[in-house]
């Protein structure tokens, strides 16, 4: 682990029980665990957006279906929608259950990984091996004591609607990427 950050300790469902527009700047830094064991891979989030129900570009806008329903269940839990017919996407429901919230992570990095292979949601799935299997899982989202990164806030990119909502946030990595459990 990257020298001066401690050991992770797992997000509580608390954390997540808030509004998608406080926690996703909050992500930023945060570990992304997918796996267990050796063959883990912690992800560093550098890149997020938040989506609410009231925002007419989410999912959640026009209420319940089968394919968000998870939005609508308890925070802390993965969103994970097949987009394009090619790419899948991970979100982390945030808010109460009921109101249908997420936060859309667009960008990792990760040791071993060129970082041009998890810079955008749907290359992040496919280095992370998150697919629709993955959908309505406990997100397993660890706090490192990373600092607190001094990130851009912008609007969000790739959608039609609402495009000026400033509602996406960068933070670049300055030091080495993280690496696999266990290594």
Known sequence: ??????????????????????????LLHKLLR??????AIDARIVEVEAYTQDDPASH?????????????GPPGRLYVYFV????HCV???????GDGQAVLVRAAVMDGIDPRRSNGPGKLTVALGIDRTHD???????DDGAPSPAAAVTP?????KAVDWPRRWVAPWP?????????
């Open 34 to 39: 997918v796996g267990s064991g050796r063959a």
């Open 84 to 87: 394009y017919g090619m790419h």
């Open 1 to 26: 682990m990257t020298a001066g950050i401690g050991r992770p300790r797992r997000l509580p469902v608390a954390f997540f029980a808030r509004d998608a527009t406080v926690v996703a700047p909050e």
């Open 91 to 97: 979100n982390i429901v945030t808010g109460a259950s």
């Open 60 to 72: 959640s806008f026009r209420g319940v279906t089968a394919r968000n329903a998870v939005m609508f």
């Open 156 to 160: 969000r990119i790739g959608i039609t």
């Open 175 to 183: 030091g080495p990427e993280v690496g696999h459990v266990g290594s």
């Open 136 to 142: 309505g899982a406990r997100a397993n989202l660890l």
